[in-house]
């Protein structure tokens, strides 16, 4: 099994380490956990940053920029993730996927392979590990929290008939393995700004979608006492993506 988990431990009374250990020793030799571990402080067009700078006079917006740390695939922590993602993202034999902004962190038979190869005009689409899971037919458990952060939902997004588009913009460290190269501008401090066109990703609604997800398609439980639901990933995108083509303009 793939398993992709979205976990909020705050209230639970439960360890990250010994929540990742558990889920991995369920998932056995054979199976992949799965987490998130996107980064938005070393992007000026993510949410995070422009509330940061909402306010700042210009200088002081350039300042800020010039501060900005590069993304470093090794080391850079996830951000607003929760601990069990960095549990995850740190373990012993992790692996890392090398989008700068979205990346996901696996432990794991297909670590490897899931993180391999995550293009950067592809955050949350078919070439990420979230679209490598879809087709394989991986699951989701949601620990604590709501289908709000369902990043499976996201994946709907790329598969709307003429999506949206954007432009990204981030800071990465330079000569970074397994970097996917944008459109590159100046250097700062051992990073180099790079740009990207991509879907223009909106969860604004994800909550509206869970709603109406069937309840005939998941499972629900409890996981340390925390609330607890379990479902397919695939069920989930086609369920969004039936969702967005009717309710979205």
Aim: glycine fraction near 10%; charge should be neutral; aromatic fraction near 6%.
């Amino acid at each position: 099994m793939r398993l992709m988990v979205h976990a909020s431990l705050h209230g639970t009374g439960l360890r990250a380490t010994t929540l990742r250990d558990a889920l991995t020793g369920v998932l056995g030799p054979h199976g992949t956990l799965v987490v998130p571990a996107f980064t938005a402080e070393n992007s000026t067009t993510s949410n995070a940053h422009l509330a940061t700078i909402a306010g700042l006079a210009e200088p002081e917006v350039r300042a800020f920029r010039d501060r900005m740390p590069a993304f470093d695939q090794a080391l850079t922590p996830s951000q607003g993730m929760g601990v069990l993602a960095e549990a995850v993202r740190t373990a012993p034999g992790a692996v890392r996927s090398a989008h700068p902004q979205t990346s996901f962190a696996a432990l794991g038979k297909d670590a490897e392979r899931l993180c391999a190869d995550h293009r950067i005009e592809s955050h949350m689409g078919e070439e990420s590990p979230l679209g490598k899971m879809c087709w394989e037919g991986g699951q989701v458990l949601m620990i604590n929290v709501g289908f709000s952060v369902c990043t499976a939902f996201h994946l709907a997004e790329y598969r709307i008939p003429k999506p949206p588009l954007r432009k990204y913009e981030c800071v990465v460290k330079v000569n970074l393995p397994g970097r996917q190269q944008g459109r590159q501008h100046r250097r700062q401090q051992g990073g180099e700004w790079t740009s990207f066109e991509d879907v223009a990703l909106d969860d604004s609604d994800f909550a509206e979608i869970g709603k109406s997800f069937p309840d005939s398609q998941m499972r629900r439980g409890r996981v340390g006492g925390a609330s607890a639901m379990l479902f397919s990933l695939p069920d989930a995108v086609d369920h969004a993506l039936e969702w967005m083509t009717e309710n979205r303009r």
